[in-house]
């Protein structure tokens, strides 16, 4: 089974500053997705950014990108320029690409609570 | 607006009273899951759908029902909720049932049994 690692469980950065989030994932597969989700006070779960593993240019969406070294299992998210609106409980996520009702699920890693300080 | 429905988004009830809380998506989407949300455990998931009258166990099924009648709706029921199902509930859905498409998610039901 796959497992997903988020090894801080806090971060704080000052506004405008760059963060790094880190994520580590355990896998025997070759295709896979990997995501960040982003959970506000609101609880709403936001998709971030996304990976496919076959792709080996690293994702972009405006500031946030992402670090995707797969002969290591690691998919770090760095957050540039951080907002206030960036504060949240960040969730690394996987998805397998095989075929099968089980795979589709979406194996959660335990979140890392980002505050951005004014 | 397309998205995906919950209700209720909050819910205090007693051990052994049975309860169900709604799902329903506009899209038309295939694949419909339940995750529960836990406190230094992330997201696991409980049941999940793969299209009309097809379920199957997630992770985590043990005190949960579901069914899937009809494409939008699908309804997590707790026969006889317990205190450790006290949670965050998290209903998802993509548009096919293949690891491709993005899961959607609703606003989440925050339930607490006493």
């Known amino acids: 089974a ?7 469980p806090e971060m704080s950065v000052q506004e405008a500053e760059t963060v790094t989030l880190s994520c580590t994932y355990d896998t025997s597969e070759s295709d896979y997705y990997l995501f960040w989700y982003k959970q506000p006070p609101s609880r709403q779960m936001i998709l971030v950014i996304r ?12 500031r946030f990108s992402v670090n995707f070294q797969k002969a290591a299992k690691s998919f770090s998210l760095k957050i540039s320029d951080s907002q206030l609106g960036d504060a949240a409980m960040y969730f690394c996520a996987y998805r397998s690409a095989v075929s099968g009702g089980s795979n589709y699920k979406l194996t959660f890693g335990k979140g890392t609570l980002l505050t951005v300080n004014p | 607006e397309a998205q995906v429905t919950q209700n209720p988004r909050y819910l205090i009830t007693v051990t052994g009273k049975k309860l169900t809380v709604t799902c329903s998506q506009n899209m038309n989407h295939e694949y419909m899951s339940w995750y529960r949300q836990d406190p230094g ?34 309804p997590l029921i707790l026969e006889s909720p317990s205190p450790n199902q006290t949670s965050l509930y998290f209903c998802a859905s993509s548009l096919r049932a293949t690891s491709s498409y993005e899961q959607y998610f609703g606003p989440g039901t925050r339930l607490t049994v006493t």
């Open chain 2, 41 to 74: 455990l992330g997201l696991r998931q409980i049941y999940y759908s793969m299209n009309v009258e097809v379920t199957d166990k997630g992770d985590v099924p043990e005190g949960y029902k579901v069914s899937r009648k009809e494409k939008r709706n699908f």
């Open chain 1, 51 to 62: 990976q496919e593993a076959y792709k080996q240019q690293n994702a972009t969406e405006n």
């Open chain 1, 2 to 8: 796959q497992t997903v690692t988020q090894s801080q």
